[in-house]
């Protein structure tokens, strides 16, 4: 097994104003992870969708250590990083990557491309000197940035959206990673230009054997290249389970509703979308019981008052809903 989280939580303190200093003592805190488990094989792509506040980035960053857990268990090739110093993880960082979600705001203007891409290859001293600049050349030719020598000179300005997060890539994928967390790689990009950066990495993938943490709010993009699909919801995994099972046979009624949001591409066929009440609540005011309860079509008395465990109704497929009990 590549990464296996255990309970997992990550709570983030809530500033208090002066005058609430003085009349309470009680901390507050918004629970952005509040106890997941998950495991992720070699190079396996795993998907965490769900709405903006979900924690879907907060639990990418703790995976690599970006961000410190409140409490829980992170294992990665065997190894518990949960509780490693900044200088004892440093030798892993190589096996474990990013690419973010904002192609303009994840380079540095000042930085060439081809500095950009050699950067993590001089940190891990993995190349330097012509040997280090032959990789990354060979790099933009693999992401598609021909010629690569004269990307290798620009700056990030003179580039459009769909490029830059080619070198994003590029640069995740120089040092041959392990594990990438792909926090919604291609949310920002031109429609047009999304299904040929999922197919980049996915040819990536199979040649450097990387698994994926592909994070994103669209399942039909997870459809595209996930192996297996988690669904979160206000800090919690509601489902998990295999792509092909979650779309023949959905269980919790939020993977419901997320699925009928997808368009049919069929003409004159309709799928019936399924409309939730309001928004997703506060991180820091978590309904009792279930946390969907509140917007749920068919919540009973019971899911106000107990919450669910994820359980596993069919092989592979777990689900937290009291409806499969």
């Known amino acids: 097994m590549l990464l296996e989280v255990t309970d997992l939580k990550k709570y983030f303190p809530v500033a208090k104003t002066f005058i609430e200093?003085?009349?309470?003592?009680?901390?507050?805190?918004?629970?952005?992870?509040d106890g997941i488990s998950f495991s992720i094989e070699e190079g396996e792509v795993f998907s965490l969708v769900g709405e903006s506040g979900s924690g879907k980035t907060t639990t990418g960053k703790l995976v690599l250590r970006l961000i410190e857990p409140t409490s829980g268990r992170i294992v990665f090739q065997g190894t518990d990083i949960t509780s490693m110093s900044k200088k004892e993880i440093r030798p892993m960082r190589r096996?474990?990557?990013?690419?973010?979600q904002d192609p303009y705001a994840s380079l540095n203007p000042r930085m060439r491309v081809g500095e950009a891409i050699m950067d993590p290859l001089l940190i891990h001293r993995i190349a330097q000197g012509r040997e280090a600049r032959e990789m990354v050349l060979e790099m933009l030719e693999k992401v598609g940035l021909t010629p690569p020598e004269t990307f290798f000179n620009?700056?990030?300005?003179?580039?459009s959206g769909g490029q830059r997060q080619r070198v994003a890539i590029a640069r995740a994928m120089i040092t041959r990673p392990k594990l990438v967390v792909a926090d919604e790689p291609v949310s920002m990009i031109d429609v047009s230009l999304r299904a040929s950066i999922l197919d980049l990495m996915m040819d990536l993938r199979r040649e450097f054997g990387s698994a994926y943490l592909f994070i994103t709010h669209d399942l039909a993009v997870a459809k595209y290249i996930s192996d297996r699909i988690a669904i979160m919801y206000l800090g919690k995994i509601v489902e998990v389970g295999r792509t092909r099972d979650l779309f023949r046979n959905p269980l919790h009624p939020y993977t419901k509703a997320l699925l009928s949001a997808i368009p049919v591409p069929t003409p004159g066929r309709r799928r019936e979308r399924i409309k939730l009440k309001g928004e997703i609540p506060s991180a820091i005011d978590i309904p009792t019981g279930c946390r969907f309860h509140t917007r749920c079509p068919l919540a009973f008395d019971l899911c106000s008052r107990e919450e669910p465990e994820l359980m596993e109704v069919e092989p592979g497929h777990f689900v937290a809903c009291h409806l499969h009990k």
């Open 21 to 33: 200093r003085i009349l309470t003592k009680e901390e507050r805190y918004v629970r952005a992870v």
């Open 95 to 100: 096996h474990m990557q990013i690419i973010y």
């Open 154 to 159: 620009s700056y990030p300005a003179y580039l």
